[in-house]
């Protein structure tokens, strides 16, 4: 039998994601077997055209040609998944979004003119139909081997969706805002990374996003009653996951009150 064809694709983004699938080695070799990589120039200098059964695809639309080629790349996958923050959220460089991208320009590069950008960073969702989502930054490998491995026994994949906070409980962390009033993202964070930063007295910055149903307007509030003001909240939520619906929203929303009252 032929085996499933996977494809990696990279657009805007630090790589990270790549590089969490290449650090899982045995777990990665077990998948390697099952499956047929044609496109991975992260890992090798092979690449073959489609189609693929299976894309996986990490990073922001942020040009043009971006634009363009995910079309493509939607067109030749059977499956398309978003890996890591970048592709589901817009990442980190979606901090763009709410500034002024030409100022940007100007203070980076010495020929701006020569740089081809669009207005925003995006996540591939709003571009092309994605069949699964991938979350974090980066993504946990571990996650990522299981996904595949529930497509390839032809089982519909799943990922925790409680929040961070049911993870500090069950590895028996202490509550870093009750203990020590550190402010913490964890209540509205997505499970993931089974909550490391808690685990090391931090608090949550949100790598995975939302978490379903987040609760963000509370949690603005609490954060308020112990001190924080609006732009510092704001501030909080506009990380790697700035530009997911409940953060953005938020964050916004935190900002205009900022301003209201400042006038």
């Not at 922001?60 to 059977?78: F, L, W």
């Not at 980076?108 to 995006?122: C, D, G, K, R």
């Not at 049911?166 to 870093?176: A, H």
């Amino acid at each position: 039998m032929c085996k499933p064809r996977l494809a990696v694709f990279k657009f805007a983004s630090c790589d990270g994601c790549q590089l969490s699938l290449l650090d899982a080695e045995d777990h990665l070799l077990a998948v390697a077997d099952a499956v047929e990589i044609v496109y991975f120039p992260e890992a090798t200098s092979h690449m073959e055209e489609g189609p693929y059964d299976i894309a996986l695809v990490e990073g922001s639309i942020t040009t043009p040609h971006d634009a363009e080629r995910i079309q493509q790349i939607r067109k030749d996958a059977r499956f398309l998944m978003t890996i890591g923050a970048c592709a589901t959220a817009g990442g980190i460089q979606a901090l763009r979004n709410w500034a002024d991208k030409d100022e940007f320009m100007q203070a980076v590069y010495a020929t701006p003119e020569y740089i081809q950008v669009l207005e925003t960073s995006t996540p591939i969702a709003e571009h092309v139909q994605v069949d699964f989502e991938l979350r974090g930054c980066p993504i946990n490998q571990y996650q990522l081997i299981e996904v595949i491995r529930s497509l390839l026994a032809g089982q519909t994949p799943r990922t925790p969706r409680h929040s961070v906070c049911l993870d500090c409980k069950r590895r028996g962390t202490v509550c870093v805002t009750v203990a020590q009033g550190t402010a913490c993202l964890g209540p509205v964070t997505q499970s993931g990374c089974h909550a490391l930063c808690p685990s090391y007295n931090r608090g949550c910055y949100g790598c995975f996003g939302p978490a379903l149903q987040a609760n963000l307007v509370s949690l603005s509030a609490q954060m308020e009653r112990e001190g924080a003001s609006k732009a510092e909240i704001a501030h909080k939520l506009k990380n790697f996951n700035a530009y997911a619906p409940a953060f953005r929203t938020e964050s916004t929303r935190l900002v205009q009150l900022e301003g209201d009252q400042r006038r």
